[in-house]
């Protein structure tokens, strides 16, 4: 959530860097600022009253004295409940306008998206390669049938091998952030409204996201279990920053958004995904993102696969987030890149919904600044290894930094 104070003095401002990733017709600052007088106005007339029927309280009671607190108290509920009301109106409207994204950050959608930077070359194959589909039944390492049987559409079972290289995966990104001095989570995955709120996927999202009939949905990503963790708190200075990473299953509806190249593991309804999370102070904000960054590519690297990074335009940001990278996986069958870890900073938009603060150096309570970023999400990368390392013979080279989590059978990925 924005700073109504920022709005209200720095309109202008706000309003440039808004229209960087939302149209004119949507934004109108202007409704939330008479909102705001009007709550003022009525926050005033409330106080006024108050402070009225206080003083008459303290008047030896007679009946014009009970007559006028009787009047006094019906004038004051009914004053509450205009309040209450445009105060519910403000907050929704708060509540649908993004972050402001950060000044480097272009305007525009995905078209306006640009690669930062490369690692290594795209693959060329002396004979025809075949797609991570294909390799993936072929050597027993995805059952697709019985996942649909189960479950339906956009699900898979790992089996086998294949079961235990996606385990390898996740021991070596869980070891990378232990190393990086990280503290772990595993949280639940099912969240209140309240949470899902803060996270700033409600109100906008919300048909995204799997819905229990007790109103709990289905984390979609780790991240928002993060945010929540200190949420309603006051962070110790001394002990920022707090860096954290969880592994969830996340879980997406998708609707809608599948297309004929997105089918096996490129596109799901359930994914494996180890999330980065940092509370820190504003002044640090930027260092963090960098750290975050430069974690996620030393994931992607030590693979040894074919990547880029992507800064993204405002439009394509998540509404929370100032400024977001993508890392992208180079899968050869569909010739493009596909995306295996976000990195964005929030600033202080969800802990302003989430209501995390610390004290500053005037000993004031000030908003911390959230930043997260995947490290990483599996259902991408094992696609990109199969379809990357992929042999004439039909086997798959596992990448040297899985090894040490695999039986030296399984280095190599043969049909059985």
């Not at 899968?331 to 302003?352: C, F, G, H, T, W």
Request: glycine share 6%; with cysteine; charged share 30%.
């Amino acid at each position: 959530m924005l700073d109504l104070k920022l709005i209200r003095e720095e309109t202008g401002k706000v309003r440039a860097a808004l229209l960087k990733r939302m149209a004119p017709a949507d934004l109108d600052l202007e409704a939330i600022i008479e909102l705001d007088n009007s709550r003022r106005t009525l926050l005033q007339t409330v106080e006024e009253k108050k402070s009225e029927r206080n003083r008459s309280s303290k008047e030896k009671p007679n009946e014009e004295t009970i007559n006028r607190m009787k009047a006094l108290g019906e004038e004051i509920k009914a004053e509450e409940e205009k309040l209450n009301s445009v105060e519910e109106s403000l907050k929704e409207k708060m509540s649908a306008l993004p972050n402001l994204p950060a000044d480097d950050v272009v305007a525009g959608g995905k078209e306006n998206n640009r690669a930062i930077y490369t690692f290594g070359e795209q693959p060329k194959f002396s004979f025809t390669p075949k797609d991570h589909v294909e390799l993936a039944t072929e050597l027993g390492l995805i059952d697709y049938p019985r996942a649909a049987k189960m479950s339906g559409a956009g699900f898979w079972i790992y089996k086998g091998a294949g079961a235990q290289l996606e385990w390898a995966l996740l021991n070596y990104f869980h070891e990378h952030h232990r190393a990086n001095g990280y503290n772990f989570i595993l949280p639940p995955y099912l969240l209140n409204e309240a949470s899902a709120y803060a996270s700033g996927h409600l109100p906008k999202f919300r048909d995204d996201l799997f819905w229990t009939e007790d109103q709990l949905c289905l984390n979609a990503t780790s991240e928002m279990m993060l945010n929540n963790y200190h949420r309603d708190e006051i962070l110790p200075t001394e002990e920022l920053p707090l860096k954290y990473y969880a592994y969830s299953a996340c879980f997406r509806r998708e609707a809608g958004s599948y297309r004929k190249e997105e089918r096996g593991m490129i596109r799901g309804h359930q994914f494996n995904k180890i999330e980065m999370f940092h509370f820190t102070k504003p002044e640090n904000s930027w260092a963090a993102f960098d750290e975050l960054v430069a974690s996620s590519r030393a994931l992607v690297e030590g693979l040894g696969l074919h990547f880029q990074i992507s800064q993204l335009a405002a439009g394509d940001c998540s509404a929370a987030m100032a400024k977001t990278v993508d890392l992208e996986v180079w899968i050869p069958s569909m010739e493009i890149y596909k995306e295996v870890s976000s990195v964005s900073n929030a600033l202080d938009y969800q802990a302003r919904r989430s209501n995390i603060r610390f004290k500053n150096a005037e000993g004031k309570n000030e908003f911390v600044h959230t930043l997260n970023g995947s490290g990483l999400a599996t259902s991408r990368l094992f696609p990109a290894i199969l379809e990357q390392f992929q042999t004439a013979e039909g086997t798959v080279i596992v990448p040297e930094a899985l090894r040490k989590f695999l039986p030296e059978d399984l280095w190599e990925l043969k049909k059985k």
